[in-house]
């Protein structure tokens, strides 16, 4: 098998990035850089060196257009969209991949073409408590998410090994078409309430994360590998909620990539 490099399959996310920022364009969506993606337009004008994924955030509102878009055209081309409810998917999440790849993680069953996610940023909750309750349940239903997917031959830790097995049992019994509604219905708990706050409850790192509606909306744009992108006009305190001082390199022992292993599809003559 003849993987690509690191540096292939970022040109190759890259890629992906343009053409989905060409489409929201096109239709009107509204988007911006996140995490990881976000911090390395910021701190290295591109990727961070040792990553290897590409993330955006969309509002709800905007996300759910787009879905809705996108299953009235799925067409199995070059770049196409994976969404909740398709084949064998069972991300609460949506994907938008490069169908002439494929690409897995080392500890993960799912096989598709390399991607970029795109998260769903809900209502949260002005009162600080009711915030940290709400992501005390999203990051549980993230956890059974994972756990449907992942690969257990790889944990070293037993107590972690348990863990994800149980948590595995439950998902099964509990229907992972089911965990992936349940995880999109919890994350919009606040959904039909007038608040100033907005964030990413599906699939967000915490109460950090809360931003001010407004701001967030408010669009600026950032460089990233020589191209520009969009980026919430809050993105300061959004990656200080992230990161605290995002500025400052991570150790070595914690500069993590996904272990992303991608290969090109062999063409039918």
Not at 46 to 64: L, S
Not at 72 to 91: A, C, H, I, M, T
Not at 142 to 156: D, N, Q, Y
Request: proline share 4%; aromatic share 14%; with cysteine.
């Amino acid at each position: 098998m003849n993987y690509l490099t690191l540096d292939e399959v970022k040109e190759t996310e890259l890629d992906i990035l343009i053409q989905f920022d060409n489409f929201c364009k096109k239709e009107g969506l509204y988007y911006t850089l996140a995490g990881g993606t976000l911090l390395g337009a910021i701190r290295h004008k591109g990727f961070i060196p040792w990553d290897d994924d590409i993330d955006v955030m969309m509002p709800r509102e905007d996300y759910n257009r787009m879905l809705q878009i996108v299953r009235d055209r799925k067409n199995n081309s070059k770049f196409d969209f994976l969404v909740p409810g398709d084949p064998d998917y069972f991300y609460p999440f949506a994907k938008f991949c490069n169908n002439e790849t494929v690409a897995e993680m080392d500890d993960n069953y799912s096989k598709h073409g390399i991607w970029i996610d795109i998260f769903p940023m809900d209502n949260l909750p002005e009162d600080d408590e009711l915030l940290r309750k709400l992501f005390k349940k999203t990051r549980f239903w993230r956890a059974v998410v994972i756990s449907m997917t992942t690969k257990l031959s790889g944990e070293k830790s037993v107590k972690k090994k348990i863990a994800k097995l149980t948590l595995k049992i439950y998902a099964n019994l509990y229907g992972k078409r089911n965990v992936v509604k349940k995880s999109n219905e919890i994350a919009q708990s606040y959904n039909g309430e007038k608040t100033a706050y907005i964030g990413g409850a599906l699939w967000g790192y915490g109460p950090g994360e809360r931003l001010n509606k407004a701001s967030y909306l408010t669009p600026c744009e950032v460089e990233f590998e020589k191209h520009y992108f969009k980026a919430p006009k809050c993105w300061k305190e959004y990656l200080t909620g992230l990161y605290g001082n995002y500025m400052k390199l991570p150790p070595i022992e914690k500069r993590q990539t996904h272990h992303l292993k991608a290969w090109r599809k062999k063409k039918q003559n």
